[in-house]
Nanobody
Framework: QVQLVESGGGLVQAGGSLRLSCVAS????????MGWYRQVPGKERDLVAG???????NYIDSVKGRFTISRDNAKNMVYLQMNSLKPEDTAVYYC?????????WGQGTQVTVSS
């Protein structure tokens, strides 16, 4: 089993910044991709950003230039630096990790951006 724990969510004003962190633990040999999804009530969970074990990244268009994903393979951690936050970024953010062809999820952390 693999456990993921997120931290760093909270309430911030529009234009502000937050940094999300996620640490993986458990039966880990190697982690392939890691990343972040977000979900608002009544909508599907959407991919925000992903990063491979080699460091290749991808982002949804709406966060390009504002969010930066990074990871520390030695610590089994993934980060999401979120700058210039907008009210539409308000959501529960979930981290994921792909381990041995299975995707594991964290419990989610709330990000609220006030206008």
């Amino acid at each position: 089993q693999v456990q993921l724990v997120e931290s760093g969510g909270g309430l911030v004003q529009a234009g502000g910044s937050l940094r999300l962190s996620c640490v993986a633990s458990g039966s880990i040999f190697s982690i392939n991709s890691m990343g972040w999804y977000r979900q608002v009530p009544g909508k599907e969970r959407d991919l925000v950003a992903g990063i491979t074990s080699g460091g290749s990244t991808n982002y949804i268009d709406s966060v390009k230039g504002r969010f930066t994903i990074s990871r520390d393979n030695a610590k089994n951690m993934v980060y999401l630096q979120m700058n210039s936050l907008k009210p539409e970024d308000t959501a529960v953010y979930y981290c994921y990790a792909d381990v041995r062809y299975r995707r594991y999820w964290g419990q989610g952390t709330q990000v609220t951006v006030s206008s």
